[in-house]
């Protein structure tokens, strides 16, 4: 199953300007958090929230989001942009190009 990555300009960027200039409204995140719970087996729904919280300047929420992402299953996703990724690539791409995420 291939899911559309809400954030996929996030997903796909490293973390730069483009993650933190437009910020997240806690109202999203809330959505975007509730929307992860409804399946939390779901490893794009967790890299969704984990760009969520990126955007809200949440980088400590974000980094344990992409490496509970880590754990779970390996899902194809599709960027904005029509781009397939899976989702651990996702997650280590994030977590890697990110040093203030990989400290966390």
């Not at 794009?44 to 509970?68: H, K, M, P, S, W």
Request: no cysteine.
């Amino acid at each position: 199953m291939i899911r559309t990555l809400a954030l996929g300009l996030v997903a796909v960027a490293s973390f730069s300007s483009v993650a933190v200039a437009a910020p997240q409204s806690a109202d999203a995140v809330h959505a975007t958090e509730a929307s992860a719970q409804v399946d939390p087996r779901d490893g794009g729904a967790q890299i969704e929230l984990a760009n969520a919280y990126v955007r809200a300047g949440r980088t400590g929420d974000a980094a344990t989001a992409y490496r509970r992402a880590l754990t779970l299953d390996n899902v194809m996703l599709e960027t904005r942009t029509g781009d397939s990724i899976w989702s651990h690539q996702v997650a280590r791409h994030m977590l890697a190009g990110a040093p203030v995420l990989a400290a966390r």
